[in-house]
């Protein structure tokens, strides 16, 4: 089994947003507005965090893409009272949006506040409207549930189907999650970290990586390059 | 049988026909919750996006609520179950208003949790799913427990009284004569049975005892057991519990000040039984600010840096007002006045008490609140915001309402004074056992 996992070199990342616009447009996530937006309702599966140290002109600024870390020790799963919530076998948390309750204990348990509660039922402005995406493994989640990056899971699937019917064996590099195929800099890498030859779990090793709130203990499988 | 209680008739007085004021006070108060419930049908369909909750203020006024509502609900426990084995006689007139303060606000407790759920229609999947690794499953098993053992606890307790009500009122509608006859379940006050009845509640006084303990601890590890700052840590368990029996004690005494004062029960909840509460709620005031003070120094002098945030979001920053005007309500003021002026002064005590469970509310939001403003990753997210709206407050103000209306309901057809408890007389009871033992040493 596969352990996904993701690396983000800080240094290539020039702070674009295609990687969230991407995310967007391939997981279906709402609109919220300007109005919404201002409120802490708006609902990004990644986002890229300005991270200021120091004041002018002592400045320096860091960009850090943040997608789910799916945790190796995730704290959202932990507190999930019906199992909503999951690690799967391949280390990507995931959600069962038919059985999740509502009650946002997943949310107020993740450190890094990745999880998103669907306030209202979810809206696009008509232009958007005709351009969901058709897979109905990420149609549109319903008001008062639970939805967060999940490492574009559907396109696993799909690069599994695809390999099958072409009758060849599944390769981990048959599997881009959005953020990472649409990445301009090329920042993102994606693949198995327990792959010892995967170009990801080699810049895991690298003495520039560093993961987010490391301390805790959560383990997170998405792993940053500090900038040079 | 019944028991000799010379005050028998002081008790039953309020139990008529309800007067033209019961059902205006009725009318409110269910006007109110109706209001409420239908705020809490928009919220279902607009969506909680109505409510001022965000990320990363995820739970706010309703979770308060639910902590707040579980914390006055240790009051009857406290009264009738902890004072019951420690053998405080005095408790004895005081314990069934107390306990209907338990009974009663465990409900508006459940559904405060309901009305922050996101799909409440979903809330069986508990049941169907539940795991008991989440803190959520041990407050459903802890709450959902300490409700039904307080049923039977309430309603055991009740019966003689139910059975003398049966058999005295006897100019009451017929619908209410037979409600009394199927509630009485035949009771018929042999010695036998009282003896029973003293030996089931002793026991399941130890029950409950245990149940109230772990109850307000399991409700504060929904908090402790994440990994936000301010909130993970040991102590959270216990000051959560202590604040729930102080504030819970508070309330027997407002609700204990206004049953005597509209159902003229001077002579049965007289001030003695106030003094007593009174010493009581000095204890609970100091130990409250012992805790206080523990956890604050704990977290300032590690100088923790997500730790720091809070506090000083709380010592000087945006929650400032709110934190030191909860350490005045909750400690300051009501203490000067419980050790100086409340000594045989029921007003000086009830003006304490409501300063204390105002706030105590205001406790419990300022635990929740300020820890999910500042999360961990502060430094990037930036900090968030959180201003109740109309709806929370809706809603808020008719859970409260409704613990008025059953409190009151109740009142009007049950006595809330134990006869049977505070009767001089119980009809005598003699084991089989006891008798011969005493034959065996006189040597008859």
Known sequence: MPRWGMVIDLDKCFACQSCTAACRMENNTPVAGPDQTVLGRAIL?????????GEYPLVHATMIPRPCMHCDNPPCTAVCPVRATYKNEEGIVVVDYQRCIGCRMCTVACPYAIRYFNWFPPEWPQSLNQHL?????????????VEKCTFCIQRLHKAREKAAAEGRTFQATDYTPACVQTCTGHARYFGDLDDPNSLVSKLAHSPRAFRLLEELGTEPKVYYLKQG | MHPENKNEAIILKPIHRPTTGDRLLWFALGGILLLGLSAWVRQYVLGLGV?????????????????????????????SAILRIAGQGWRKPLTRAAEAITLFSLPFGVASILADMGRPERVFNIIFFGRYQSPILWDFTAVGLYFLSSIVFFYLSLLPDIALCRDRLTNVPRWQRRMYEILALGWQGHPEQFHRLEKVLDGMAIFMTMLVVTVHTVVSWMFGMTLQPGWHTALIGPFFLLGAILSGTAAVVIALAILRKVYKLEQVLHIGLFNSIRKLLITF????????IAEHLTIGYGNMKEEMVV?????????????????????????????????????????????????MWLERYIVIIPSEVSPRLLPVMGQGIYLPTATEWLITAAWFSGLFLLYMTFTRFFPIIPVWETAEHLPEFEPEGLREAQAVQTGD
Do not use: C
């Not at chain 2, 990363?56 to 006024?61: A, F, H, I």
């Not at chain 2, 005031?285 to 206080?292: D, E, F, N, R, V």
């Not at chain 2, 005045?328 to 304490?352: D, E, H, Q, R, S």
């Open chain 2, 51 to 79: 409510t001022g909750l965000n990320r990363p203020v995820y739970w706010g006024v309703y979770i308060t609520n639910f902590v707040f509502f579980i914390g006055l609900a240790h009051s009857g426990t406290f009264i």
């Open chain 2, 311 to 359: 506090l000083q979001d709380k010592f000087s920053g945006t929650y400032a007002a709110i934190f030191w005007s909860m350490a005045l309500l909750v400690f300051g003021v009501p203490v000067l006045i419980l050790i100086f002026k409340a000594k045989n002064n029921i007003a000086w005590m009830v003006t304490a008490s409501i300063l204390i469970n105002v706030g």
């Open chain 2, 285 to 292: 005031t100091l130990g409250w600010i012992y805790m206080m």
């Open chain 1, 45 to 53: 599966w990644n986002e890229v965090l300005p991270f200021i140290e």
């Open chain 1, 133 to 145: 995406n058709p897979d109905p493994e990420v149609a549109p989640r319903p008001k008062g549930v």
